[in-house]
């Protein structure tokens, strides 16, 4: 390792913490502390060479020595501090000081030393401050005050040296002035040289990103205008970025969407963070080759806001934008996709209101026919009907009844596409762990809701038979619900005890409650109670139709009670054994309880 590399190490050492972040201020912070750190060491290192040279040494001469210490206590004061300007204004005070003193003790402004007064503020100059420029120049101009108002009462001591080594002492002065001075003036030229070169790599660092960031930059005039865009713009239009420069981006823009896009650069001029989606054209290659006639167009998302100049935002009428650009075309056509799917989902759901009715038709008219054939069966006697009609009534008879079967099984098929299947297989299983598992898999959406979740569920809680599977599905279905359905501070409780033969669970929740006339109508497939908290939380509507539906199966009971703004209790009972008769499996409808098994989302109980 070099010399120069050990010193620099040194040197950045010293630096304050906060001077390490930027280049430009830890180059000023090193130009600082170096030459006067370096200067005074090496000053002290050759003072004992002059004493032996020159002898005892006078009590000028001494002062000066001591002066050597300044340049130190400043390199340490920036070191600790980080405060630049200041540092640069306590240099002017202790030069001035030095200077002062060397003036009064060899002839005051004749001095040799008051040549050095015009040092002080260039010098001052380095700290890249105004400020302290401005302070150093008056420091400078008073002490001249100070020493030509000294030389005129009188108070400075009579000049011990004769004239011509005043003249000597003077040429010295002045040369050793002229080499400071342009030894700062070295310094001032390293310093934008640094800044000019930390500038370069700067602007490089923002090119390179200019040029493979995917968001497109610009720079608009209130009438939309491009005075500067990024090269981005050209992977995203396919042209060169010279070619959208004045109006060549707003000639792109489509012509339904030109408005929002002038409106938006118009109000952002005027002081105002504005977003807008509109169209651009975008060139193929097979445009620019000229063999097809296509357009391309892509939705693009643009922020503008007004152009900050110096820290002051100019809002006249030659206040200029910056916009940021970003292919949207993606959201865009899913946006549009779901639209279609909701389209498609409402007339789905127009069609089968058309199939209820029709079906409605389909299923009353076999029924009149099996009712009215059937009761003039049994009225044979008084209608006097022979052999030939009863075969007749009944052939017609089970024709209806067949017809009706085939649209019944056809409703139950197209239910069983529709839905998928279910499928429920009882098997011992502690409900204790279960229960204790679904309200763990739900803390952490207790606790982001604010909600408070407990549970209490006996030690000695028995072992029960039934699906495990659908066991779990109830109690988060229930759970869930209650938690979204509770403000931030409630409580929610679920509790399992047993009563008799049979396992009780309850849920219980301080939140908002179901209306009385909704209450008896919780638990039907897609329905969603009240208006006022229907427009809070999401949902389907399917929650309880699964809960209630497993409960069934199982050959169990729920019941709710409920009073809005006071909560909610709903209450399941199981029995500690289920079997099913053949010993096989139930089935029933099952995409709204896989997705609750999933953990993908959890049916509400109150509206969904």
Known sequence: MSVLSIIRDCLDALLHPSARTDALTCARHRAFIAPRLLGSLAAFAVFPAYLAMRGAPSALEVGALAWLIAPILLSWFLSRTGYYEGAYALSSLALSALIMAVAIETGGME????????????????????????????????????LILIGDFGWLPPP???????????????????????????????????????????????????????????????????????????????????????????????????????????????????????????????????????????????????????????????????????????????EQALDLARSAAEQADAAKTRFLATMSHELRTPLNAIIGFSEMLMQEQALMLNAGRRREYSQLINDSGQHLLSVVNGILDMSKMESGNFEIAPEPFAPRAALLNCCNLLALRARENGVDLSADAPQDLPD??????????????????AIKFTERGGKVTVAAAVEGVRLVLRVTDNGVGIAADDLKRIGDPFFQAGKTYQRRHEGTGLGLSIVKSLVNLHAGEMSIQSKLDEGTTVTVALPLTFALPDGGKITTLAPAARTVQSGQAFQVKKSA
């Not at 599977?469 to 759970?479: D, G, P, S, T, Y």
Request: with cysteine; net charge neutral; glycine share 6%.
């Open 464 to 481: 029960v038979t039934g699906d495990p599977r659908a066991f779990k599905q109830i109690v988060l279905n229930l759970v869930s619900n």
């Open 111 to 146: 001095s040799f030393a008051a040549v050095w007064l015009v040092v002080i503020p260039i010098e001052a100059s380095l700290s890249a401050s105004r400020r302290v420029v401005v302070f150093a120049a008056l420091l400078a101009l008073g002490c001249a005050a100070a």
């Open 160 to 334: 011990e040296s004769s004239p011509a080594l005043r003249v000597s002492l003077m040429g010295v002065g002045v040369a050793s002035a002229t080499l400071y001075a342009s030894v700062i003036a070295f310094a001032a030229d390293a310093l934008a040289r640094t800044s000019v070169t930390l500038l370069s790599r700067e602007e490089e660092r923002y090119r390179l990103l200019a040029r493979n960031m995917s968001d497109v930059i610009s720079r608009h005039r209130r009438n939309g205008a491009v005075m500067f865009i990024s090269p981005a713009a050209e992977s995203l239009l396919g042209v060169p970025a010279a070619q959208l420069h004045e109006h060549g981006l707003f000639e792109r823009v489509h012509v339904a969407d030109r408005p929002a896009y002038l409106t938006a650069l118009s109000d952002a001029a005027r002081g105002t963070e504005v977003g807008v989606e509109f169209r651009l054209r975008r060139d193929t290659p097979e445009d620019v080759c000229g063999s097809t006639h296509a357009v391309d167009f892509i939705w693009v998302e643009m922020r503008c806001r007004p152009l900050d100049r110096a820290g002051s935002s100019s809002l006249g009428s030659d206040a200029e934008v910056v916009a940021v650009m970003r292919d949207v075309t993606d959201r865009k056509l899913q």
